[in-house]
């Protein structure tokens, strides 16, 4: 399973970087004797107008389509409508709690503190001692 994720991974950063060489230098490949001599323009040309003639029904819903721009739009007028309600966090008001947090345990140590002690008094009274 790793091995096939680890292609995978190396296949699409592989793809995104042609792809992205190519953007890089799209004006210097149409430029370029091949894409001249093989009239790669006209050729995609085509190839739309047939999937036109092809999918009338998909293209003839164009106008139903939402343009991105339409959409964060949207979400943009729906984030300004939400009416939120925030705490205020004062400095002062976090110290005091951290201080309160810092007492509290202080004394939970002290009391453990204090419990230890009285089990190793207790421990040393019940040791047998030899007297020699």
Same mark, same amino acid.
């Given at each position: 399973?790793?091995?096939?994720? =680890?292609?995978?991974?190396?296949?699409?950063? #592989?793809?995104?970087?042609?792809?992205?060489?190519?953007?890089?230098?799209?004006?210097?490949?149409?430029? !370029? /004797?091949?894409?001249? %001599?093989?009239? $790669?323009?006209? =050729?995609? +040309? +085509?190839? +739309?107008?047939?999937?036109?003639?092809?999918?009338? #029904?998909?293209?003839?819903?164009? #106008?139903?389509?939402?343009?991105?721009?339409?959409?964060? %739009?949207?979400?943009?007028?729906?984030?300004?409508?939400?009416?939120?309600?925030?705490? !205020?966090?004062?400095? %002062?008001?976090?110290? %005091?709690? $951290? +201080?309160?947090?810092?007492?509290? #345990? =202080?004394?939970?140590?002290?009391?453990? $503190?204090?419990?230890? /002690?009285?089990?190793?008094?207790?421990?040393?009274?019940?040791?047998?001692?030899?007297?020699?």
């Amino acid at each position: 399973m790793g091995k096939l994720v =680890k292609g995978l991974v190396k296949f699409t950063v #592989a793809a995104a970087a042609v792809g992205g060489l190519a953007y890089v230098f799209k004006d210097q490949i149409k430029e !370029s /004797k091949p894409y001249k %001599e093989y009239e $790669v323009d006209e =050729k995609i +040309k +085509k190839v +739309k107008t047939t999937l036109k003639e092809k999918m009338p #029904a998909f293209f003839d819903n164009e #106008a139903d389509f939402v343009e991105e721009d339409d959409i964060l %739009e949207d979400l943009d007028l729906a984030a300004e409508d939400v009416e939120r309600d925030y705490v !205020s966090i004062t400095p %002062e008001a976090v110290v %005091e709690d $951290v +201080k309160d947090a810092v007492e509290e #345990a =202080k004394d939970a140590v002290a009391d453990k $503190v204090e419990e230890v /002690k009285e089990a190793a008094e207790d421990a040393a009274d019940e040791i047998p001692t030899i007297e020699a």
